[in-house]
């Protein structure tokens, strides 16, 4: 088993950093997953969507070195179970540095080594290393730290500004402790939440419909009709809160009083926030 | 206007009124009937603060006399111009006086007991490695490492590079079945400066010295902001470790115990028992100061104060203003620690291998009445809150 990647590019490793502390922010404890062409994190803990939960893939463009060699050949892959906090760490002490470089490790123990060369001001080279310490996890539970895999969702639209959303579901958690999400393909949603002395709905429109793949999309679907989920407000401000990369594309997915996907997409890099329906 | 303020409620009180000086320099009082409101503007207008303490905050509240207008006033925050320190032995009172501008006097009476002089014997020109480096590069080199860690690691590696390693006392035997057992280990973190940072670096590769971070950032940050070198003197592990900051109106010394017998490149043997040596000392130590690490002697008087307040009359040693250590005659210091804040701490217990600067500035002592000098062996303490 062998890992190895590393950043040079300035850009990208502000975006891991940014990556790295929205994970830790939604998750204690993480499992990393290598694969041959990306890294994704993962909830630690089993499966299942009972939960908020985060996935993060990282795909390769973002590293400008990147190897890897799983446990067995049909089985590319290694499982690394780690703490969230200890690598957004690990990753804010390269904030402006020339180099982040992942390497999988044994110093007494399996350790995914975080090694920075800080550009000192004077020219001078300066590194960190940080050892975190990691669990291998065995094959028999790979099985459990994948996304779910689902049918396509009923409505796909993209969010409305991030600043916005943000704002309107923060005051809407300050009144009561459920949302409701409603949006529709022809571009619109509404948020709305009451209690028993107050109600307030929040309603945006154009905000656009991403194209749907061909697979599994009724034909005659009606385009106005909403679609809704009712979820906790406060994960859902934690998400909007916590994550900190700035998307280039932000959309969500709503299952009709199922669940609720948040996705958004910068470069090479993927968030997918899954809530429950409540 | 009357009202009076009790409990952990001054400290608020003290913490609000600091918070308000970072932004302006006048503090706008006003007695409503809803509450105390202590509002601030900066002096170009961009900054605006305002706290209103409700009257439940008070023990007593009082916006105005019955018949009296509502007053409201203004005062002066920073300002101190002059700050007159004295001792008045007949009514045993330490008195700082602060003139400020506009004619305002600040008069602390500060009752305090008497003791011997706090000396620690040691002698930086004992200790054989040293290096010396300017404050900023110190603080740089601990900045990855988390705020909570208590103890760190510093050697000479190869080709003189200087290393800090973080350093955690492993339990023997863990075992890594369950996720909570080994990722929640702590995350070892290394910084590596080159000799070049150092304007002085007399120490061969191989050596190390473990001490308290914490206690290190104590002298780190006011070397910083005074911008000193700083200069570390030391020895073999388990013997104290020099830290000292110097310039033409001052200087300081901080002593720290460091661990014993470790090596740190392997720190996974058997018991993490270590023994600091510790010989004599001649007087009784203080407690760290608090929390508010600032300059502002008013700020800082305020603090002092509003503690004497919620404990009853304290024992305060005398602040003395250049701290000069004793010549020595045995190197190393060794410390008692008996704080009456703290009931865990009880008479007799060994008391922490750590032991307290000299720096001036080092307060509230409550103390017991003064003994003669005598051997304390320090154990390393299982780690301070």
Known sequence: MKFRAKITDKGCLELFIHVSGTVARLAKVCVLRVCPDSLCFGPGGSGGLREARLWCEVRQGTFQQFRMEGVAEDLNEI?????????????????????????????????????????SSLGRARSVVHDLPVRVLPRRVWRDCLPPSLRASDVSIYLPRWRTLRSIVERMANVGDHVLVEANLSGRMTLSMETEVVSIQSYFKNLGNPPKSAVGVPQNRDLESMVQVRVDNRRLLQFLE????????????????????????????????????? | MKCLVTGGNVK????????????????????????????????SRSAYACF?????????????????????????????????????????????????????????????????????????????????????????????????????????????????????????????????????????????????DFQQLQAQEGVSITFCLKEFRGLLSFAESANLNLSIHFDAPGRPAIFTIKDSLLDGHFVLATLSDTDSHSQDLGSPEHHQPVPQLQAHSVPHPDDFANDDIDS??????????????????????SPGPQPPKSPGPHSEEEDEAEPSTVPGTPPPKKFRSLFFGSILAPVRSPQGPSPVLAEDSEGEG
């Open chain 1, 79 to 119: 499982h690394l179970e780690l703490t969230a906090e200890h690598l957004s760490r690990a990753a804010r002490s390269a904030a402006g540095a020339s180099s982040l470089k992942l390497q999988l490790t044994h110093k007494r123990r399996p350790c995914l080594t975080v090694a920075v060369e800080l550009a």
């Open chain 1, 242 to 278: 916590g994550q900190q990369i700035h998307p280039t594309t932000a959309l969500c997915n709503i299952w009709d009083n199922t669940l609720l996907q948040l996705v958004l997409v910068q470069e090479d890099v993927s968030l997918q926030y899954f809530i429950p329906a409540l």
């Open chain 2, 12 to 43: 608020v009180l003290g913490k609000a009124v600091h918070s308000l000086s970072r932004i302006g320099d006048e503090l706008y009082l006003e007695p409503l009937e809803d509450g105390l409101s202590l509002r601030t503007v900066n002096s």
């Open chain 2, 52 to 196: 209103l303490f409700a009257p439940l905050f008070f023990q007593q509240y009082q916006a105005a006399t019955p018949g009296q207008d509502l007053l409201r006033c203004k005062i002066l925050m920073k300002t101190v111009e002059k700050c007159c320190i004295s001792l008045n032995g007949r009514s045993s009172r330490l008195v700082v006086q602060l003139h400020c501008k506009f004619g305002v006097r600040k008069t602390h009476n500060l009752s305090f007991q008497d003791c011997e002089s706090l000396q620690a014997v040691f002698d930086p020109a004992s200790c054989p490695h040293m290096l010396r480096a300017p404050a900023r590069v110190l603080g740089e080199a601990v900045l990855p490492f988390p705020p909570a860690l208590a103890e760190v690691t510093l050697g000479i590696g190869r080709g003189r590079r200087v290393i800090l390693r973080s350093y955690h006392e492993e339990e023997a035997g863990f075992s890594c079945s369950s996720p909570t057992d080994s990722t929640a280990k702590a995350m070892v973190t290394e910084m590596c400066l080159g000799e070049e």
């Open chain 2, 300 to 321: 800082y008087m305020i603090a002092m104060e509003t503690t004497i307040g919620n404990e009853g009359s304290r024992a305060l040693p005398s602040i003395s203003l």
